[in-house]
């Protein structure tokens, strides 16, 4: 199996491989690749005599072995891009071309939506002898790290409180969160840092009531500003709703049960054992005096059992019924 970059330097380095399949449920880097295949390989001269585009739903096996075969014309070779390849009743027909491919021909197969059966011959053909990619979501608590890649790719440096944020509001769509910092890099090409002002202005997540700063604010005790924040939440459910709170606030509290065992070592190693930025780690360490483990053991446990009733398990309660009960509980758990 070959990763994203290996097929993206192959094409840019001109080291093409007569076959290509791409398959997976992740769309960002399938759009990304098949771009690259439609235009970083023919000119545009080229491409109106070797450029064949085909959709699986419309083209039966044949016609697809049929224009592999074909010499390319006034160029070195012809590209055949099979697309939506998933919806091809007959794809297991086309075994016979992978295993004996034309070489003037750069064949390449966008398997949308889904992972091809991995018990089927030709899955397994092309898993062993052909160049493949396997495009998987990316889990969501893989999304900050994505991010702050990406933020360098863009020339943006993204801090880890602005990637978490940007995460919470954003989840695991790569094309939306790529297409959001792509729109502030436009808009300011001369800022370095991505900060949580740029983030409120250009894509609309309020820094003063927004999610990512509730837990931050109720594990400090500043109760002005956890009330306050909480009232908003309560009357303007749509913009805090409590699946979304329940995972801040678990991911918050978790921070601080890797910060009470990395209390227990030198503090050069803090911010590695916790996870965070050396900038932060203070922070994150300072309250462990006020949440010692066996409080924050149960504010996890209390948080889990309302996660699960904010999507209906157990509960029928509504999330402004599950916001009150929650941070009540929290509140007396600070208080033990």
Request: proline content about 4%.
């Amino acid at each position: 199996m070959a990763d994203f970059k290996q097929i993206h330097d192959s094409i840019k380095t001109k080291a093409y491989a007569p076959v290509y399949v791409l398959d997976g449920e992740e769309p960002y880097y399938l759009d990304k690749l098949m771009t690259l295949f439609e235009e970083q390989i023919l000119s545009p001269a080229e491409k109106e005599f070797n450029m064949t585009v085909l959709y699986g739903r419309d083209t039966r096996w044949q016609e697809v072995v049929n224009a592999c075969r074909r010499f390319p014309m006034f160029a070195e070779r012809q590209v055949v891009l099979l697309k939506d390849a998933a919806a091809m009743p007959e794809f297991g027909e086309l075994l016979g071309y992978f295993q004996n491919p034309s070489p003037t021909t750069i064949f390449v197969v966008e398997y949308r939506n889904k992972k091809i059966d991995g018990k089927t011959n030709v899955a397994k053909f092309i898993k062993s002898n052909i160049v493949y990619f396997n495009s998987e979501k990316t889990k969501e608590e893989a999304m900050p790290a994505w991010i702050k890649r990406f933020g360098q790719e863009v020339g943006f440096e993204i801090p880890d409180r602005e990637a978490d944020m940007l995460t919470m509001y954003l989840g695991n769509n790569l094309q939306k969160i790529a297409n959001e910092i792509e729109k502030i890099r436009i808009n300011v090409p001369e800022e370095k840092v991505l900060s949580a002002v740029l983030i409120q202005k250009h894509i609309g997540i309020s820094r003063e009531y927004n999610i990512f700063d509730f837990p931050e604010a109720f594990s400090s005790g500043n109760k002005e500003k956890t009330y306050r924040m909480l009232s908003y939440f309560l009357t303007n459910a749509k913009a805090a709703p409590m699946v979304l709170i329940t995972a801040s606030l678990y991911t918050h509290f978790s921070q601080l049960y890797k910060a009470n065992y990395a209390s227990r070592l030198p503090e050069k190693e803090w911010a590695g054992a916790i996870g965070t930025s050396p900038y932060y780690v203070k922070n994150v360490m300072s309250k462990t005096r006020k949440w010692p483990l066996h409080k924050v053991e149960e504010c996890l446990i209390t948080i889990a059992e309302y996660n699960a009733k904010s999507v209906g398990i157990d509960s029928g309660a509504n999330d402004t019924e599950l916001l009150k009960e929650l941070m009540g509980k929290l509140e007396l758990i600070e208080m033990i």
